[in-house]
């Protein structure tokens, strides 16, 4: 069995960060540890209120695995502040994992900051380097850029602004585009387009989250980049397909909708 650790924010409501991670890495035959960021209230549409966990129990976090547990791949979500972001790239320079998938989650579905502003320069100097693949939105990736994105040639050049920013590779996710949704892939030699008819569902808590888990998962258990993605791409699908009639607003996939067929 491949290891593999989400570092990321506990959402209590158990759609999107830590919980929808753990979530897949299980799904897909994985076996996930955590090392916990924020501390989340929210829910399936609004963000009551966060704490931040200090850098040292986050440095803490990741010493306690990393010390004792083969970590075969990582992912990386909420980064709250500068702290957080040198606590990770201390331990990611110190036991270089090959694989490192990081989400670059800046703002709530349910509205409201989880990254700083103050703290973009130190991700886009301090993380973006240690990633060998980078999933931004479009909103993340215009944020992260300073730009505009409104159509595939668009997302061919914010992937190769942020490649050239360091990353491995960079998925750029196009949900937010009109018309099919279109994800657009840089491994670092070529583009990978990947299209899938847009779902007409309400249960899409946590989307990015499981998308940038199961890319993990799957480039741990030695599935080569691009191939990755498209799985990713499929049990996402399959799981927004599937997705729980929970809450009054955006509800979450059904991480297990391969494991129990008989509920769908």
Known sequence: MKNCLTIAGSDCSGGAGIQADLKTFSALG???????????AENTHELLSSMTVSPEVIADQLEAVFSDIRVDAVKIGVLPDTG???????????????????????????????????????????IIPMCSLLTPNIPEAETLLSCHIENVTDMKAAALSLFAHGAGAVLIKGGHLPGDATDVLFDG????????????????????????????????????????????????????????????????????????????
Do not use: W
């Open 84 to 126: 957080a972001m040198r606590a990770v790239a201390a331990a990611l320079f110190k036991y270089k994992p090959e694989i490192v998938v990081c989400d670059p989650v800046i703002a709530a579905t349910a509205g409201g900051e989880l990254m700083s502003s103050s703290a973009l320069g130190a991700f886009i100097n301090g």
């Open 189 to 264: 030699k070529e583009f990978s387009i990947f299209t899938h008819e847009r779902l007409d569902r309400k249960s899409t808590h946590g989307t990015g989250c499981t998308l940038s888990s199961a890319i993990a998962a799957y480039q741990a258990q030695g599935k080569p980049l691009p191939e990755a993605v498209s799985l990713a791409k499929d049990y996402l699908t399959g799981a927004i397909e599937h997705g729980l009639d929970i809450g009054n607003g955006h509800g979450p996939t059904d991480h297990f909708y391969r494991l129990f067929p008989e509920r769908t």
């Open 30 to 40: 994985c076996y996930g540890m955590s090392v916990i960021t924020s501390v989340f």
